[in-house]
């Protein structure tokens, strides 16, 4: 096309409304165009005229012209052809879009246009079920776009049968609902398919996640973690979906999904009750405790939508009250933004305040409303929770994390006391939580009057510390509007001088400073206080003028007529002033057509009223209105003013390309021009770039496909010129081969530039598409360059290996495993270039990429890193013959067995668990000891509680005595994951055979000499599997008793009195929480303890509530026998259990009472520690 060089004179600028007019083509000769009489007509026209005249013009044509046309233009260059297939699209020309799908260099945008046209079936079928991986997902994606469903239904049983079922899985969101919930179980949907079928398909997706959520039910936290998000769009997307989650996998569902199911709040009650009654889980939901699941419901305490608020609504009371108590908000003292987050239980907002105060008063600690239970607590109306809070606050007035969180949800003339007394802590944090902690307090009781005195009391605050500063100013931005208009100004102004003038301030705080002045001016403009609203503005433009300002201005939310208002309200001697109207112009930038003097006075300051450097910072503003833009580009370029890298060089590049020559000729000459600046250490730093350049640097390929062919040639060289000049800074050399794409020069770069130069030529190679690899000879050459380059390691390394991966997409699969399958079994190459050649073959699908996987393996002399590799691909295909033989007979080799049975998480496609657990339970069995380890260990997340086989595997390692004490060690806590209650009696078995090894090396009459290092290994064995049987009970509460009776007879037996002390303290513990005085049990403990007092240690830990009263009758009668008993260690565990009971006790005297008593203890360590404890 020809060179368009024509300088752009001053505009009238158009009306807001309308938009810059079509720009007419020249006038070209009569009759057909040949290419280049078509280039030199519609070049020079800007990107959108050029494509609208050339789609007239094509309609315009008769047959016989077109046709000639386009034959010329098919023989032209791929500029010429890229032509053609536009004209061919505008006129409907389907035969030419049919034959543009066979054609590499044509094929994505044939494709993209295959979205509106009726393009034939058969065509978009061949390339959906062959080709390269990219043109099918590309194809799978029209599909889509298009709502083929008919046709991907059709397709889907030929791409399962030829490319394997993860390949037909990307096939799943073109489909309908119902086929892809009949195809979801037989495909094994990687992550990304999910979450698009999670809009389109969501009751498929929920069965997926609720039988693995079963699978993975011995295990389910990894599980849990992956999935929120994904369930959380379920819920959203289809109800009945998420209330099949919430029936069979309720732990997947947070907040977001948990509010999402109550817009059906009859039917989610209806599943927490079949999940269990109120007084088991959902009792504890109020008090925080717990997770999802048990009857109960996560919520967020954000503001309920709409419809959720008018399905509650709707609710019989009883009902809503029932629902409000199940439903639980999960406990984070601060929200993403900083602040300190007291907002209430938003249910239980719902309610009459009697009935608030009914569910939530029994489930309040006796010290106050725990952590858990603030949201609760704060749902109260103000009375209620003065009267519950205020003894607590006014006998314990200390400012401990929990005292600050009561504070901040009780009423304010009850927590101020406390509160400003933090405020004048020597920690900074104390200080910073206290600040916070006032104003969530004065926002929670949301009076105005009160906020605002509050709030000016906060003198302190700004002249802090800047974490202090930080702290407030993200409270006081939080505030809800109703306060935000109660603020002084006085109490603004100071707030923001302190912020700017104090050189400790970060860009944080200023980003919460600005956040409060934004909402408080929106927030006045909106009430019609504009005088407020601009004195607020202008401090607001302060603050992000501020150099320590990070980040974008985002212009206010506002009218226009608010707009307006504030703007009036400017006094007129500082609207003029540049320092004022600039940055308050990008404050209005969005209502910049409803303010022409502010549009008049910021074209001013363009055309360098007031100097260049307000010229530079009024341009992102004045260009902000779309219907002023592009004209407004086109003078700042007559007038010689800079674009810069912002908005008006994105509107030349990307819309009127007519006046991009202007901005080259600028780029280039500037380029040739430049010098080295300076010379440090003998190295010389290279020439810094404009504006323009460093932004033409970071165009995308998408824009710089608008332009004409001889601007992106100038562009390339340009970028091939800057990359290899040693001048030019290495960052600069980077981007520019970064954006390169002449696979000659980039193959140059990656062999002989500098490291950061050469790791973006081989990101650059691997992203060369169109013309270039997919539609050349060479993409096989390349692909054997970048895997010479994969051994480097480093930087270069990486970057090479990303770029093999995206290479082998565009090749046909044959050619593809042909290249990689050799380069993975040459055992003479780089293990570098092996291991990456193993990794991109495992991305390619059906049974010829695992014969090459497992050639490669099978390869004589393949180094041990590799093969690790390779086992990574081949475990997601465990269950296909030979696989998994291959794996166990290399797992010994430790880099194998991490990739196999990693620690981690580790992906297997789910119609693969099966196979995978056969094969962990399969190493348990026969592999060595360092691999059954690590089998034992993995098994529980991927088998279902129960499994037979897997269950048998350990009971076999448990049995044995073959295994060394780490692997019994794992298979004994692995198998009471696996059998739960189950495998009770099993564990009784194992602990009497262990008993009976164990006993030889307890008893007395043994001598030293006849102690084997055997009875030694069973005592060991015993102590392991005791600590199992103790700390995680099966069965009812006499079971559980029983057996840990059972494990303390046992190792008395095998000489283990200090552990055997140890576990009856434990079982009477543990009987005690349970409100029964097994008096008995502490007698036990304390004969064992023999006088060794450090044997009960564990009394120090004692945790029990003393405001059950089955607990506290227990305990007094515990108590009473411990003083009673003449034993040593007796005196220490009742005070400890004093210590533990009188805290939540409501008959505190009693307690004293004890206290005292054991004061006078005859045992004078009991009586030291007595007197040296003080009850609160």
């Known amino acids: 096309m020809a060179h368009n060089e024509h300088p752009q004179a001053p505009q009238p600028e158009p009306q807001p409304s ?344 029994p489930h309040l600690a006796r010290r106050g409303p725990a952590r858990g239970s603030l949201r609760a607590f704060a749902a109260l109306s103000a009375a209620d929770r003065g009267e519950l809070v205020r003894p607590y606050l006014r006998d314990r007035p200390y400012a401990s994390p929990v005292r600050l969180g009561q504070a901040a949800t009780a009423p304010l003339a009850d927590a101020e006391e406390l509160l400003r007394t933090g405020t004048g802590s020597h920690r900074t944090h104390e200080r910073a939580c206290s600040w916070q902690a006032l104003l969530a307090c004065a926002q929670l009781n949301a009076v105005p009057e009160e906020y605002a005195r509050v709030l000016g009391s906060c003198e302190r605050a700004w002249h802090d510390r800047d974490e202090v500063r930080a702290a407030t100013l993200r409270q006081a931005a939080a505030a809800r ?61 302060r603050v992000v003028d501020d150099p320590r300002w990070r980040g974008p201005v985002h212009p206010l939310r506002l009218t226009p007529s608010a707009a307006a208002g504030l703007w009036a309200a400017v006094p007129g001697e500082q609207a003029v002033r540049p320092r004022v109207f600039v940055p308050l112009a990008g404050l209005l930038a969005r209502r910049l057509d409803a303010l022409p003097a502010l549009d008049t006075l910021l074209g001013g300051a363009v055309r360098g009223a007031h100097g260049p450097e307000w010229a530079a910072r009024a341009v992102p503003s004045w260009l902000r209105p779309a219907a002023h833009r592009e004209a407004r580009c086109a ?133 060369t598409g169109e013309g270039a690899l997919a539609g050349d000879g060479g993409a096989e050459a390349r692909l054997r360059e970048l895997l010479g380059h994969t051994g480097s390691g480093g930087a270069r390394g990486r970057a090479a290996l990303a770029a093999v991966r995206s290479v082998a997409a565009r090749l046909p699969d044959s050619t593809a495993l042909a290249v990689l399958g050799a380069a993975a079994r040459d055992t003479n190459a780089s293990v570098g270039s092996r291991k990456e050649a193993a990794r991109a073959l495992g991305e390619l699908t059906g049974e010829a990429a695992l014969r090459e996987l497992c050639a490669a393996w099978d390869a004589p002399g393949q180094h041990g890193d590799v093969r690790a590799a390779l086992a990574r691909q081949l475990v997601s295909r465990i269950a296909r013959p030979g696989v998994a033989e291959r794996l166990t007979a290399g797992i010994a080799e430790p880099a194998i067995r991490t990739a196999v049975v990693p620690r981690a998480a580790l992906t297997v496609p789910f119609e693969a668990r099966a196979a995978y657990g056969d094969f962990l339970t399969g190493l348990i069995r026969t592999a060595d000891d360092a691999s059954a380890e690590a089998a034992c260990t993995a098994l529980p997340g991927w088998v279902p509680p129960g499994a037979s086989d897997a269950l048998d595997a350990v009971t076999e390692v448990m049995s044995g005595t073959e295994r060394p004490l780490t692997v019994w060690r794992a298979a004994v806590r692995q198998f009471g994951v696996l059998a739960g209650d189950a495998g009770r009696e099993t564990l009784r078995d194992t602990l009497r055979r262990l008993r009976e090894r164990a006993c030889p090396y307890g008893a007395a009459d043994t001598a030293a000499g006849a102690r084997t290092e055997r009875d030694a290994d069973a005592v060991r064995r015993l102590a392991d599997l005791a600590a199992e049987i103790v700390h995680n009970g099966r069965g009812s509460p006499a079971q559980q008793a029983a057996d840990r009776a059972a494990v303390v007879e046992a190792l008395l037996a095998a000489g283990l009195r200090g552990r055997a002390a140890e576990t009856a303290l434990g079982s009477a513990y543990r009987t005690l929480r349970n409100g029964v005085a097994d008096t008995g049990g502490w007698q036990r403990a304390m004969e064992l303890a023999a006088g060794r007092v450090e044997r009960l240690s564990d009394a120090r830990t004692f945790t029990l509530d003393g405001g059950d009263p089955d607990v506290e009758s227990a305990a007094r009668q515990v108590v009473a026998a411990l003083r009673a008993s003449a034993a040593p260690a007796a005196g220490l565990t009742a005070l400890a259990l004093v210590r533990s009971v009188a805290v939540r006790s409501p008959h505190q005297a009693w307690w004293h009472g004890q206290l005292d008593a054991l004061r006078a203890h005859p045992d004078p360590d009991t009586a030291e520690a007595a007197l040296l404890t003080v009850l609160r």
């Open 18 to 361: 309308g938009r810059r007019p079509l720009t007419a083509p020249p006038p070209g000769p009569a009759g057909p165009l040949t290419p280049d009489q078509l280039c030199a007509r519609f070049g020079p026209l800007p990107f959108p005229d050029r494509t609208r005249a050339l789609a007239r013009h094509a309609r315009s044509l008769g047959p016989d012209a077109y046709a000639a046309l386009r034959t010329a233009l098919d023989a032209g260059d791929p500029d010429d052809r890229r032509t053609g297939l536009l004209l061919a699209v505008a006129r409907r020309d389907l035969d030419a879009v049919h034959a543009a799908l066979d054609d590499p260099l044509l094929r994505r945008r044939a494709l993209a246009a295959a979205i509106r046209l009726p393009v034939s079936e058969t065509a978009l079928s061949r390339l959906a079920s062959g080709g390269t991986r990219e043109v099918r997902h590309e194809t799978f994606r029209v599909l889509r776009l298009s709502r083929r469903t008919c046709l991907a239904a059709r397709l889907l049983p030929r791409v399962h049968a030829r490319h394997g079922p993860a390949e037909a899985s990307r096939l799943l969101p073109a489909c309908t609902p119902a086929v892809a919930a009949a195809w979801l179980p037989r495909t094994g949907a990687p992550d990304g398919v999910l979450r698009s079928l999670a809009r389109t398909a969501p009751a498929a997706v929920a069965e997926r996640l609720a039988a693995e959520y079963t699978a993975a039910a011995a295990a389910p936290y990894r599980f849990t973690r992956r999935h929120r998000l994904l369930a959380a769009v379920i819920a959203e997307r289809d109800t009945d979906a998420g209330l099949l989650l919430l029936d069979r996998a309720p732990a997947l569902l947070d907040g977001r999904g948990g509010t999402a199911l109550l817009r059906r709040p009859g039917a989610v009650l209806a599943v927490l009750r079949r999940q269990g009654p109120a007084g088991r889980g959902g009792a504890r939901a109020l008090a925080g405790a717990g997770t999802a699941g048990g009857g109960t419901l996560n919520i967020t305490t954000e503001r309920l939508p709409r419809a959720v608020l008018r399905a509650l609504r709707a609710l019989p009371p009883d009902e809503l009250a029932e629902l409000a108590g199940r439903c639980r908000v999960p406990y984070r003292p601060f929200a993403a933004d900083g602040r300190l987050d007291n907002r209430p239980h938003p249910l239980l907002a719902l309610l009459p305040p009697a009935e608030r105060r009914r569910l939530v008063e």
């Open 635 to 767: 003078e700042l370029l007559a007038t010689g003013l800079a674009l810069g890298d912002g908005v008006a060089l994105r509107t030349v590049a990307t819309r009127r390309t007519d006046l991009l020559d202007t901005v080259l000729d600028a780029v280039l000459d500037a380029s040739e021009d430049a010098v080295p600046t300076s010379v440090r250490g003998g190295g010389v730093e290279g020439a810094p770039l404009s504006d323009a350049s460093r932004g033409l640097l970071r165009l995308p390929p998408s824009v710089t496909g608008r332009w004409r062919p001889d601007q992106r040639d100038r562009w390339q060289r340009w970028l091939a010129r800057t990359a290899a000049d040693e001048d030019t800074e290495l960052r600069t050399r980077a981007d520019a081969a970064l954006r390169l794409r002449t696979p000659d020069a980039l193959v140059r770069l990656a062999r002989e530039a500098p490291l950061p130069v050469a790791t973006a030529a081989l990101t650059a190679l691997g992203e």
């Open 481 to 541: 509007p109703a306060l935000l208009g109660a603020v002084p100004e006085q109490v603004l102004r100071e707030a923001v001088a302190a912020t700017v003038q104090y050189g400790d301030s970060r860009g944080g705080t200023l980003g919460a400073a600005a956040l409060w002045l934004r909402r408080t001016a929106e927030h006045a403009a909106e009430g019609g206080a504009f005088e407020r609203a601009a004195r607020t503005a202008l401090l607001l433009c």
